[in-house]
Nanobody
Framework: QVQLAESGGGLVQAGGSLRLSCAAS????????MGWFRRAPGKEHEFVAR????????YYSDSVKGRFTISRDNAKSSVYLQMNSLKPEDTAVYYC?????????????????WGQGTQVTVSS
């Protein structure tokens, strides 16, 4: 079991950058595949990115590929999402998630643990 807490959200202009952080507590972070989902107003959860247990493999949705970078520091029990070239359509609540699966989980039900979310708003 692991508890997750996101931070770093806020308001940024289009074209700007923002770095989200996820602090984990409980079981050793390296036991989990980690990821990020987001949910825009009136929409369902959307997969953003995931990273393997050791950090050697990453996977991104087409909508953020080339702009966002997921990383992790297991020694600090932390996961990060660097967001560059932000667009208004990136506006959403962003969630840090943890999965027991070891391949490429991209569905919400494949992640057992979720943080409370942090709001990201991109102005045009």
């Amino acid at each position: 079991q692991v508890q997750l807490a996101e931070s770093g959200g806020g308001l940024v202009q289009a074209g700007g950058s923002l770095r989200l952080s996820c602090a984990a507590s409980g079981r050793t972070l390296s036991s989990y595949t980690m990821g990020w989902f987001r949910r825009a107003p009136g929409k369902e959860h959307e997969f953003v990115a995931r990273i393997s247990r050791g950090g050697g493999s990453t996977y991104y949705s087409d909508s953020v590929k080339g702009r966002f970078t997921i990383s992790r520091d297991n020694a600090k029990s932390s996961v990060y999402l660097q967001m560059n070239s932000l667009k208004p359509e990136d506006t959403a609540v962003y969630y840090c998630v943890a999965s027991h699966f070891s391949r490429i989980p991209t569905r919400p039900d494949e992640y057992a643990y979720w943080g409370q979310g942090t709001q990201v708003t991109v102005s045009s």
